[in-house]
């Protein structure tokens, strides 16, 4: 069994992998899930620091199944100047807040969860997905987690209309050997 802990996806690049046929994928697939999941990233973004936006970039293909790095880039809107360590901590939580949404969303039916002091577990299959309680916290207080609900849902509804795509999974690099992914089970 593999721990993953959400907080250590704290930062600004995420991978995203498509397993099916070695090499490929289908531009359609790959293009609107990406960009689902990109809209999801900018809506967390959006309700958590709104004098703030993120570009969000392909940064590298990966070998094997197909493999998608993204990196995310904070810029200032406002002439205002926020602290270094807000601005650290809005970009620490992005990313682990769109894993969070991802699997409430798509794995929580079918996972355990096991409260405790400082975090929430999910037991999945062959995973124990760790989730600080800070995420979920940070959740709970969002203005309109609907919102983000609706592009997570859209994401994998063009994963689950192309059956060339046999799982997904989420990594912090490229070349990661291991990572959780779900293939319908």
Known sequence: MA?????????????FHFGGRPSEVD???????????SEALQEINRQLDPNTRIEITIEGLGEGSFRAKLRTVTKLLSRLLQSTAAQEAARNIILPLLMM???DRYFADRARIIVTDDSYI????????IMPKFIYDKKK????????DKQI???FSVLEDDPSVTDFGIT???DDPGLFA???G
Not at 3 to 15: K, Q, R, T, Y
Not at 122 to 129: A, L, S
Request: overall charge negative.
């Open 3 to 15: 721990d993953i802990n959400l907080s250590e996806f704290a930062g600004d690049e995420i991978v």
């Open 27 to 37: 531009a359609y697939t790959f293009a609107n899930t990406l960009l689902a999941f």
């Open 101 to 103: 949404f991802i699997y």
């Open 122 to 129: 999910y037991e999945h299959g062959h995973d124990r997905i």
């Open 141 to 148: 207080s969002m203005r309109d987690p609907a919102a983000v």
């Open 153 to 155: 849902a859209r994401g």
């Open 172 to 174: 912090k690099n490229l």
């Open 182 to 184: 779900d293939s319908g």
